[in-house]
């Protein structure tokens, strides 16, 4: 989406979309699994936790690094990663509060 057409959201959807997309894909999901079950982890023992390739899941860990829920530190060549709490409170916050706004639901629908 080109940036103009961005500057018709506000700061919240952005955010809330940005998460959501984050969340968006099963590895990503397998991924955050295994580095809130480890507290921090190595690439490479992320590889050896999933069922999908060392390339597939240093993508899969850009796009979560972009979305800000995880983050990451180099030592050498060795990259660990780690969930960033304060963004994955926002995320909580931000997504508790699409479900929460929904209720109740509508009698009827369509």
Not at 40 to 51: A, Q, S
């Amino acid at each position: 989406m080109g940036a103009s057409k961005l500057a018709d959201y506000s700061e919240r959807q952005l955010k809330l979309a940005k998460y959501a997309n984050a969340l968006s894909h099963p590895a990503r999901i397998a991924i955050l699994e295994v580095l809130l079950k480890r507290q921090t982890c190595i690439c490479g023992d992320i590889v050896d936790e999933l069922p999908i390739s060392q390339s597939t899941v240093s993508q899969h860990l850009k796009a979560l690094k972009e979305s800000g829920l995880i983050k990451g530190s180099i030592d050498g060549v060795t990259v660990c990663y780690c969930i960033d709490e304060l963004a994955w409170k926002e995320a909580e916050t931000l997504l508790s509060k699409v479900f929460q706004d929904l209720y109740p639901l509508p009698v009827t629908c369509c």
